[in-house]
């Protein structure tokens, strides 16, 4: 390890260089969903996946008062950027109602874009991208003279932040080197999906995401405003051709990307004329970035510089393609195995989990409640055991009817052990009943709803709610018109967290007692 001396090949420049120049930088619908093409390389999808990345839903048109809402009005505290001048953009973080998704959304001044259609169909355009290396887009809104796009929200900076004015630590040499393979990843996706042009890029429209992996903004994708200019920045990292024409070109975004990797190589924004003369001169060590302390390998610093020098040719047509960039930084790749959290020295990410939603409010019975559905309401099964007892087995006439034989072979015992089970039911001793009514049941000669229902409460008080819901329903077979029936079940299907078909079940009983007492009444 050590810092680049005069080992660099010599490299080539025009005789013409760059002018340089002082100064500072309705109802949501679906558009369209995610297709196959849209889908990241296969090499660059698997690092993404084992890197925690999840799937894009497909581009929305929001309406404003979702927007509004999600940002907190677009509050003042909520802005993360501002760019430009006269009619500045401002980018706003915020959170959306209806998914708790994080979202940036970038506010265009008034009538930056005058068609709403023109914008939307901009929009639509760079909505169709999809890959782990875009801060991707996800929406956009165009109400009244609004324009408004959103992309998913990157939490951790951008590119500029950590080189030009980091507070705790640089950024190492391997993850310098990753920022640039993966820009260049981004670049190369965008060109293969017909979206080669990408305006104004710097160190400002690189991103890092929850798990410190960089992402290019997708905002670079479309103008600041329908004629509007693609070059905010100083005019001195401005593409040469752009300042004779006004025009970006595929080459314009090579030399943009060559000024980011002199941002790289520097840890400071140096005009790229200077830089070319410090190159053509092999000052390579007051061109290297003083704060990584000569911690990277002169080998790989010398691929960049020479890359960079490439790149930044005054000539469009002397300026490789993203497919050579991509190929040459992704041999120059270290510590693959190290989390870009780690080496971008931030806390691992840990997904935020909402809050879950308030529950719905109970459900109301639709009738008045007698006091065995008012116990059965409030799940009270003392309440219901007393009933019960009480009630005895009157609701049982007229559902049996027994030969005289059966009467007597088989009622004494079948009687004797019914009436052992009714006085430990009484007394609550619950499991005794269970086997006492047990054994009345199995003998099969006579059938009781009563002690199907008996048996059903003795059930829940041995925390037993699916026992508890088969003597229920086998109650309602016995006697289908019989309320008692449809309340057991009601507080089993409770207890079993069923609580939509609870409700369902105390209304049905709560009719069924209702009916029954107008037939008792009579006209």
Excluded at 267 to 296: C, F, V, W
Excluded at 343 to 360: A, N, S
Excluded at 382 to 392: D, E, G, M, P, S
Excluded at 429 to 444: E, H, P, R, S
Aim: hydrophobic letters at 35%.
């Amino acid at each position: 390890m050590g810092c680049c001396g005069s080992s660099l090949r010599a490299v080539t420049h025009p005789e013409k260089k760059a002018p340089a120049a002082a100064g500072a930088a309705p109802p949501r619908r679906s558009s369209f969903s995610v297709n196959h093409h849209q889908a990241p390389a296969p090499a660059a999808a698997a690092r993404a996946a084992a890197a925690g990345w999840r799937e894009v839903p497909a581009l929305e048109e929001f309406s404003l008062g979702e927007l509004r809402a999600a940002t907190g009005g677009f509050a003042a505290e909520n802005i993360v950027s501002e760019s430009g001048d006269k009619a500045p953009n401002f980018v706003y973080k915020g959170r959306l109602e209806t998914t708790r998704r994080a979202i940036a959304v970038k506010k265009f001044p008034k009538m930056a874009w005058p068609d709403p259609k023109q914008f939307a169909e901009e929009a639509k355009g760079a909505g169709k991208l999809r890959h782990p290396r875009l801060a991707n887009l996800i929406g956009y809104c165009c109400d009244g003279d609004e324009r408004l796009l959103v992309a998913e929200f990157m939490p951790n900076d951008t590119l500029a932040k950590h080189l030009f004015h980091w507070e705790n630590q640089t950024i190492e040499w391997a993850m310098r080197l990753r920022v640039a393979y993966y820009i260049a990843e981004a670049l190369e996706y965008c060109s293969t999906e017909g979206r080669p042009l990408y305006h104004d890029l710097n160190a400002y429209r690189v991103l890092f995401d929850e798990h410190g992996d960089p992402r290019l903004s997708c905002f670079g994708l479309m103008k600041n405003s329908r004629d509007g200019k693609s070059y905010s920045t100083n005019l001195a990292y401005t593409p040469p051709e752009y300042l004779r024409n006004g025009r970006v070109t595929p080459e314009s975004v090579i030399f943009s990307f060559g000024t980011v990797l002199l941002d790289l190589l520097s840890g400071k924004r140096i005009p790229p004329s200077h830089a070319l003369d410090m190159i053509r001169t092999n000052n390579i060590q007051g061109l290297m970035d003083s704060h990584l302390e000569g911690n990277y390998s002169t080998e790989e610093a010398t691929a960049l510089v020479d890359l960079a020098s490439h790149y930044l040719q005054y000539e469009p047509r002397d300026r490789p393609n993203t497919k050579r960039l991509v190929s040459v930084l992704e041999s120059l790749q270290t510590k693959s195995e190290v989390p870009s959290h780690e080496m971008l020295g931030i806390p691992k990410y840990e997904e935020e989990v909402p809050p879950p939603p308030p529950p719905p409010p109970a459900p109301q019975p639709q009738h008045p409640l007698s006091p065995m559905g008012e116990a059965c309401s409030r799940m009270d099964l003392t309440a219901i055991h007393q009933i019960l007892v009480n009630t005895h087995y009157r609701d049982d006439e007229g559902t049996n009817e027994l030969s005289f034989q059966e009467w007597t072979q088989q009622m004494r015992d079948m009687l004797d052990a019914r009436k052992r089970g009714d006085f430990a039911f009484r007394d609550k001793d619950f499991k005794a009943a269970i086997d006492l009514y047990t054994q009345f049941v199995d003998v099969g000669t006579m059938v009781s709803p009563t002690v199907y229902a008996r048996r059903s409460l003795c059930h829940l008080m041995c925390d037993q709610p699916d026992a508890a819901l088969r003597d229920a329903m086998q109650a309602q077979c016995v006697n289908p018109d019989w309320p008692t029936a449809f309340y057991m079940q009601a507080v089993a299907l409770s207890k079993l967290n069923m609580q939509s078909d609870a409700m369902d079940m105390l209304n049905e009983a709560s009719q069924l007692e209702e009916k029954r007492q107008k037939t008792t009444r009579g006209p």
